[in-house]
């Protein structure tokens, strides 16, 4: 049986599209691990990941900006 790491995220409108000619929005990514690093099964760390989407239409074509940086914890509160 394969290991793998869930992942959850949560999203937040801060400026909604129907609002302003633009959208805004951030939200945050928790990686749950489910293998053992030990092992080489899977990652074996909890990740964190913030991130934030602005998007607009130019046109019929709706572009976006996606950034986000992922944090990497450890047991004993050290991160990687």
Request: hydrophobic share 35%.
């Amino acid at each position: 049986m394969a290991s793998a790491t869930w992942e959850v995220a949560v999203r937040y409108g801060l400026i909604l599209p129907d609002q302003k000619p633009v959208a805004f929005d951030v939200g945050l990514g928790v990686g749950i691990p489910s293998g053992n690093q030990r092992r080489d099964l899977g990652e074996g760390r909890l990740t964190l990941e913030p991130f934030f989407t602005g998007s607009t239409w130019l046109g019929p074509i709706n572009t976006q900006l996606n950034c986000g940086w992922q944090r990497r914890h450890e047991r004993g509160g050290r991160a990687a």
